[in-house]
């Protein structure tokens, strides 16, 4: 039995493909950054002997088994009742979680009865206090070591428990005493083996290790140190992303939480210039990326969605005759449509994106995955720039792809503007 | 041994939590539709031994096992070289692969040494090809009534494989007989408790099940049903289905792949009538998400993103005395955006956002959470509508509850004028 932990998801929907499973990639991030190794995740259904043979193996090979899902209110909410049952202990009704639950359910409606299986704990179990949520979950030493953790579905709510409770709890309990840190470089424009090869020699490295792969539509390495501080695990790593960025040049955008959006946002700071888009087949998605991010309004003034051709007239000067001649997808209306929203919008810069994301809308000169994006600088030049997406990775990978590349034309000419 | 299939993804990626486990999801829902019961899932490592004992552990539970991940042409792609070491079958190169190779890699700097491992299978394996991308996967009995499938990680390609390939294949060997079909019921604007409770006689059915949860800020209630064939499972869902509409009314908006945008659309399209959006906190979110279905081009014209108040008043005619003594997020500057970008861009229906997303601009009386809908209806009259999210749960909610509040709010009203 090895001093690691396990996650185990539990969650007939899971089984089902109707939701992805978020709650076991937010715990295996914190995980890691706690430096608690983890070598298994297990997902099952809402389903007792399923859940109770899933412990049984989990019980085997790890110490700290974390649980998500099934702690509801409803008949299909088994989580506790099955860990009771494989431990052979009691459940046991908490009076503090049902004066919880009335409280909080006192202005909408009232506690009711369903509620009333969320305030069973077995005996000997602890309280792990769930502030944005009803269900409770549970930290539980049925024997010793091994230690239970539940907590219910609800990405939010798990996110509040784990921090407030469950990370003071295990750092106390001796867990988390050394440190796996990871750095993620991030790549735009160059294939994962493409950059496997160029930095084939830090690849066998052994502390820290790097790591290609491909996420997204853009390719990463990942820089991984394992030592007993924070500290010392990035002093592992700075050298190593020091050659990396060597190696790779303009491709390398950023690293671990950066995106394009993000480096674009920080550039366009740095310069004190702002930026505007107009939008046709994204429809909307690239001003959203760049909004995603707190403070974008220094930067970001806002834009035009140009879905229908009237609108590419009326709100950005695009020529009807142009539009007409050449079509909504082609070189002369993305630098109309950049220009046109960089002069109404008195920014510095104009952004726009046309093409044809699909499945309809395709000629045979101008196929599906089309996509032309112009760049109206601060020069008062406009350059425009073809891309030419595979077809079949169909409407919303073709959008993205769009976004992402936009930001990245808009970034290579920031940076070489800035030198 | 149960005749259920397992799914194991493998990437030390997701147990870092770098990646979120799409290609579960989308494996869990293709085995669902085939009627095929699923069990369990796993992840784990880029670790051999690791890998043999998670197999090891599926063998005894399943007799089909689908692997994903840990093809790649780099030193820590290792399934193919686990899972011949387990069941002890020596790897031998496949000359159709270094050919497919070649190929595949002639226009883009020629097959790399790296390549070479990627055409190395267990003896009696066969490949499953990959039209999609370099790393060829494998469909392998290695014992009888046990039977492996491996694909690469990449979720494009997996796609692709799964339909060409793997479900001719299972159907062929005589799975995927008998089918478990589900239908979602999707809400919004009632909590999955007093849903619940409204269908609790549904919720002790055999077969269909009914079960409700709750995800991306909406409730929902899955309908199950197992037979023969889908035709006798959709009749044993069809009456459920009436009834928990009846029960419901108004607060439930469609069904599966129905979203809030797609029903808008919908309505929109039977009433002939067009709609463009003003977007302040969301930033193009609204217009992305509407644009997301094919074929929005026949109802949705476009819209203003106006993120700066200099904008509201240029493109959108907001009073800049109302802005100055409301504010941006406010009742009036809601109701002159919506009409603003109605009259603009002359469309039937004029949709607003503005708000506090956080976690900047926040007063005493306007609180982060604070998000003001607008809508400008064909009659020429205005109506708003005000929301107060909880400011704890960060901006991203915040803006994507706006979002399909907004959604939520036009489809309510185009449902009562259509009546």
């Known amino acids: 039995m ?37 070598y ?3 997902v099952v259904g809402d389903n007792p002997t399923r859940i109770k043979k899933a412990v049984a193996i989990a019980c085997d090979r790890s110490r700290l088994l ?22 052979q202990a009691p459940l046991a009704e908490r009076p503090e979680i049902i004066a919880d ?31 944005a949520g009803s269900a409770p979950g549970m930290i539980w ?3 010793t070591g091994l230690t239970l953790m539940t907590f219910p579905g609800v990405p939010a709510e798990i996110k509040q428990m784990w921090q407030e409770t469950a990370i003071p ?10 440190t796996i840190h990871s750095r993620v470089l991030r790549f735009w424009g160059i294939p994962e083996s493409v950059l496997a090869e160029k930095v084939s020699e830090q690849l066998a490295l052994k502390n820290p290790t790097v790591a290609p792969y491909a996420g997204n539509g853009e390719a990463r390495l990942r820089i991984t140190a394992r030592a007993k501080t924070e500290a010392e695990a990035l002093q592992l790593i700075h050298p190593v992303e020091t050659q990396l960025r060597q190696l790779t040049g303009l491709d390398c955008y950023g690293a671990d939480e950066d995106t394009l959006a993000s480096r674009v946002g920080e550039l366009l700071l740095a310069a004190g210039e702002t930026l505007s888009v107009a939008e046709s087949c994204t429809g909307g998605g690239l001003g959203e990326m760049l909004t995603r991010l707190p403070g974008s309004s220094h930067y970001f003034m806002g834009g035009v969605i140009s879905y229908a051709n009237s609108v590419k007239v009326r709100l950005l000067n695009v020529n009807s005759g142009d539009l007409e001649q050449s079509g909504a997808v082609s070189e002369i209306v993305a630098t109309q449509m950049a220009q046109g929203v960089k002069n109404h919008l008195a920014t510095d810069w104009g952004l726009s994106i046309t093409g044809i994301a699909g499945p309809g809308g395709a000629t045979l000169e101008k196929p599906v995955g089309l996509v032309y994006i112009g760049l109206a600088t601060p020069k008062d030049s406009v350059q425009t720039y ?6 079949q990775r169909g409407r919303s990978w073709i959008r993205h792809l769009s976004i992402l590349t936009a930001l990245d034309y808009l970034r290579r000419q920031l940076l070489i503007l800035a030198q």
Do not use: M
């Open 101 to 131: 639950l009335e409280q909080k359910y006192a202005h909408r409606g009232g506690f009711s009865p369903s509620n009333r299986k969320q305030a069973l704990l077995p005996v000997g179990a602890d309280i792990l206090p769930n502030p």
């Open 386 to 391: 073809e891309c030419r997406f595979n077809s």
């Open 169 to 178: 709890y295990l750092r106390q309990q001796g867990w988390g005493q050394e």
């Open 141 to 143: 030493q049925p024997r």
């Open 40 to 42: 298994y995740q297990t």
């Open 2 to 38: 090895s001093v690691s932990a396990e996650i185990i998801c539990i969650g007939t929907e899971l089984l089902l493909g109707e939701i992805l499973n978020g709650n076991a990639q937010y715990l295996a991030q914190q995980l890691a950054s706690l430096g608690i190794p983890h």
């Open 66 to 87: 974390i649980f998500t899902g099934g702690l509801g209110p409803t008949p299909d909410d088994l989580t506790t009742e099955a860990l009771a049952d494989f431990f």
